[in-house]
């Protein structure tokens, strides 16, 4: 008898559970798989679920916090049919790979209508992939050139009025000084390879719609050694300064605030970072005044810089259950609201223009029209389904920065990423 | 002087010619038993670690690529040939081989001292000895890594500054900007964090030494060292052999230290990190196999070479030979 009712127990107990599932009613929950930020999209979450009335509800999960291991996890996810992703911020050169295979559900004309309104180009460009848009701009980020006041006065120069590269080694070489880049050897190494090569004209790839065999590079060009001329010689002189090869966004914004902080290229993040700093009391009052912004640093005089471009696109997943929902949930945090309120609290700006005007997005981003405009010049990363290994393989040949030079490293690498996309060498 | 001790056959073992001893009833029933206990746990190991190995093998002969599941092509050992031949994977070998060498060497000297240490120690400090010197092996190792790394981290470390009067050590260094610096400093956390392990494994070997052969040697006037070297070590070599060749298969599979502190920057790319990167960076199934294969087959021969040509016996570490 007691035999009898524990098995019943156990039998209750392991069916408990399965008929919660099957008698599951209500809204569907749509999961957004979040990169990690400073809570801003948990809570455009709580007001879209809000917003929807009951239609649907939006649950986050955070993903990894680099973007090729956002990549990785979301790959293979939607490789395996995965229907729990309904929604999720993607990096946008990672955009192209997950599009070519159908992995992203195919946004509808008039959502697509709808939400490239108003919108940068650069966020559409991209979102798109073979002349048609494949996910919703959200945020679009954008590098500037962030210089201390002070130092810039010293050498007799005004970045507002555009400053080339050299123009800024050379003050902060005469100053004794180090310049904040990227040089680790990681995605942002890439962002700048790509920022540099573009504003001399040239391309990293020059059919990015070809198939693996087919892509062409354009690193072994004049664009390429202006550009290898550059990093080697900002890590050959030392104004890199001995943390170079291993500098990434925040160790270069760390540099950049110290005594010895004088020009450098990096995302709006700095600014509230920086203001936070001083508000905890780990900085000094007076670094907030004697920071100044302006467009990136060109490689020629008198010619446009074309600024890094970065920011978050929404996709929605071929193999969620609610793809008409997702989309719906997407239009609603893409609203201009909810990217103004973005900007202005978490420091990641609005890929649709009206949000710029802002009250609370003007107060909390002095630089906001700088970027808009950076924003404009700004060129996307090779928009290509192998981006991973055209990265990774620029990582491999122009890390660490002191390596690089100009007669070697654009062909090098160019021989190398060829042979990585036909199969031949591993990366 | 000479003292040679040679090991007993265990009890119950007939010696000379080997034949199937016939067995009765009872053991033939404890057999069975033993079957049905370790049973299902075999089988689930088969379904966990033979099926994903057959399935590399068999991956590994397709050019395959996560994000294009519809161009799956029959290569052959076509990606075999394209590892071998290329310096990337040759250059992770050495530096995996470097890594392994060095860090298992240092792990049994410290090991062995540890070990003797806390074998050594009054009873009454056995227990806090041994938890202590337990610690760092209770770390994750991802967690040992990050910490590790910041502690060297030309920003945050404080390396640097402690060590500034040593020669070379300056707070510009940049410790992971070069291979050499960058490799000691994997291979000390390495060495830090799993010195424990080999150092409880031969405690367990220094423990079934017989105490009456030390007394005996120190009876016939053997200095410490010929005591540790002709009768110590010789009777636990089954230990120290199982501890080399458990600490070397997981030397040789470092990932986590490198992964963190360079991810493969310099010029220290290991075997693993090579796999991860080509299987889960790059999605490229049938590549990343073809070296999880060979990784896997380098493993086997470690294995092959310490227990034939070594002779480790693993059944006689446990003391089950005794």
């Known amino acids: 008898m007691r035999r009898r009712a524990l098995t019943a127990a156990i039998g209750l107990a392991l069916l408990a559970p399965l008929a919660a599932c099957s008698g599951e009613s209500g809204p569907p929950t749509l999961t957004w798989y979040i990169n990690p930020d400073d809570g801003g999209q948990a809570e455009i979450a709580q007001r879209c679920t809000e917003a929807a009335d009951g239609a649907y509800r939006i649950a986050t999960e955070v993903l990894p916090r680099d973007a090729a291991s956002q990549r990785e996890q979301l790959a293979r996810r939607l490789a395996a049919k995965d229907s729990s992703i309904d929604i999720m911020s993607l990096d946008p050169p990672f955009i192209p790979e997950l599009a070519e295979p159908g992995f992203l559900a195919p946004v509808p004309d008039d959502v697509a209508q709808a939400v490239s309104a108003d919108v940068v180009q650069g966020a559409l460009d991209a979102s798109t992939w073979k002349d048609k848009l494949v996910a919703v701009p959200f945020w679009a980020n954008t590098q500037l050139l962030w210089y201390r006041k002070s130092v810039a006065e010293a050498a007799g120069l005004d970045p507002s009025e555009g400053v080339t590269w050299q123009q800024i080694i050379d003050a902060a070489k005469d100053q004794d000084k180090l310049l904040g880049v990227q040089g680790a050897k990681a995605e942002s190494l890439t962002v700048w390879v790509n920022a540099l090569v573009e504003s001399a004209g040239g391309h990293i790839v020059e059919n990015p719609e070809a198939s693996a065999d087919e892509v062409k590079l354009g690193l072994d060009s004049e664009a390429g050694k202006k550009a290898a001329d550059i990093i080697g010689q900002i890590g050959r002189d030392g104004t890199g300064g001995a943390g170079l090869p291993t500098a990434d966004e925040n160790a270069s914004m760390v540099t950049f605030q110290g005594d010895r902080g004088s020009f450098m290229v990096n995302w709006p993040f700095v600014w509230s970072a920086t203001n936070a700093g001083v508000e905890a009391g780990t900085l000094p009052k007076d670094l907030v005044d004697d920071i100044g912004w302006a467009i990136y640093p060109s490689v020629e005089e008198g010619e446009d810089a074309r600024p890094p471009y970065g920011g978050i696109s929404l996709g929605v997943g071929a193999f969620s259950n609610y793809v008409d929902q997702a989309y719906e949930a997407a239009q609603c945090i893409v609203g201009v609201d909810n990217q103004a309120f973005y900007m202005a609290t978490n420091g990641n700006p609005a890929s649709n223009t009206k949000a710029y005007d802002d009250p609370q997005v003007k107060e909390a981003f002095p630089m906001a029209d700088v970027i808009r405009q950076s924003l404009e010049q700004a060129a996307p990363r090779p928009q290509t389904p192998y981006y991973n290994e055209v990265s990774t393989g620029l990582q491999e040949t122009w890390h660490p920065p002191a390596s690089v030079n100009p007669d070697t490293t654009p062909k090098e690498s160019s021989e190398f990423i060829t042979a990585v996309l036909r199969g031949e060498a591993l990366l | ?322």
């Open chain 2, 1 to 322: 002087m000479s003292t040679h001790v040679e090991t007993r056959a265990p009890a119950g073992q007939r010696t000379g010619r080997p034949g199937r001893p016939v067995r009765s009833d009872r053991a033939r029933a404890e057999a069975r038993l033993g079957w049905l206990l370790a049973g299902p746990a075999f089988v689930v190991m088969l379904a966990v670690t033979l099926y994903p190995i057959l399935q590399a093998l068999y991956d590994s002969l397709f050019q395959y690529r996560l994000t294009a599941p519809d161009d799956q092509k029959f290569v052959g050992l076509g990606n075999y040939q394209t590892v071998l031949t290329d310096q990337v994977f040759w250059s992770a070998l050495l530096v995996t081989l470097l890594i392994t060498v060095v860090t298992v060497v240092i792990e049994l000297i410290l090991g062995f001292a540890l070990a003797l240490v806390m074998h050594r120690a009054i009873t009454s400090l056995r227990g806090v000895l041994r938890t202590a010197i337990l610690v760092p092996y209770g770390i994750i190792t991802v967690v040992s890594a990050f910490a590790w790394f910041y502690m060297f981290d030309i920003q945050s470390g404080f390396v640097n500054h402690w060590f500034d009067w040593v020669p070379g050590i300056s707070p510009d260094l940049n410790w992971f900007a070069q291979q050499g610096t960058s490799l000691f400093v994997i291979c000390a956390s390495e060495i830090w964090k799993t010195t424990p392990f080999i150092s409880l494994l031969l405690l367990a070997g220094l423990a079934q030494v017989p105490t009456e052969l030390e007394e005996a040697a120190e009876v016939d006037g053997a200095t410490w060292w010929q005591r540790f070297a002709r009768v110590i070590v010789p009777n636990m070599k089954a230990a120290i052999m199982v501890a080399v060749l458990f600490r070397a298969l997981d030397a040789f599979r470092i990932f986590d230290n490198v992964f963190i502190m360079t991810n493969g920057a310099n010029g220290t790319t290991v075997l693993s990190l090579l796999a991860y990167r080509t299987s889960i960076g790059r999605l490229e199934i049938g590549l990343g196999s073809a070296i999880s294969v060979l990784l896997f087959l380098c493993v086997i021969l470690i294995c092959f070479i310490a227990i034939k040509l070594f002779k480790v016996d693993l059944a006689s570490a446990r003391g089950e030979g005794r």
